[in-house]
């Protein structure tokens, strides 16, 4: 089996291990409903915008989403959308991908080191963290807002990370990350 030549495995966590796809429509559709009436946008984001932003750093994703306002109100609307999805995950629970959380536990069973690494902010994680007690047994449980949203190339080569490593993720900033410390990439 492939995976038993690793030591380590550095997972993202939106759309690599948990399906955050109907929260982030939910939340991204309040925070446009909102953005609309103040004049911000003329039309609502679609579905398919914001399944291209969704793991990104959030610095990127709202100068995306609104490139004509200045910064002050993205970070208005970016605090809304934070507020709006705290208040909603902690209603409404993520849930692992298929197979997912068995997975992650065969590699921990197996004495492997899995590390979260996420473009997600801090509350976010500590939430999943809160929902998926699997994920404390992670060595790292990385969020870029704890490197001041740096890439995750850049995280990724400060953090100890023993032997083989496999970084496993579904954006380019994972790829990046993989090839930036000469990791394995999934």
């Known amino acids: 089996m492939l995976y038993k030549q690793f030591d380590t495995f550095v997972f993202d966590y939106d759309g690599t291990l948990f399906d955050s796809f109907t929260h982030a429509l939910h939340v991204y559709d309040i925070v446009g409903k909102f953005a609309q009436s103040q004049g911000y946008i003329q039309t609502l984001w679609s579905h398919e915008q914001i399944a291209t932003l969704i793991g990104h750093n959030p610095i990127m994703v709202w100068k995306s989403l609104l490139p004509f306002v200045s910064d002050d109100v993205r970070s208005q609307l970016s605090t809304l959308y934070s507020k709006t999805m705290f208040d909603h995950l902690n209603s409404v629970k993520t849930q692992w991908y298929p197979l997912a959380a068995e997975v992650i536990q065969t590699l921990l069973n197996e004495g492997k080191v899995c590390v979260l690494l996420t473009n997600a902010r801090r509350y976010y994680v500590d939430i999943a963290l809160h929902h998926h007690p699997l ?11 704890d490197f001041n949203y ?37």
Request: with cysteine; proline share 2%.
């Open 135 to 145: 994920l404390h047994a992670f060595k790292y449980v990385v969020c870029a807002q």
């Open 150 to 186: 740096c890439s995750k190339a850049e995280i990724i080569a400060q953090l100890d990370l023993p032997g083989r490593v496999m970084v496993v993720g579904d954006k380019a900033d994972d790829a990046l990350a993989a090839k930036q410390i000469n990791a394995t990439v999934s």
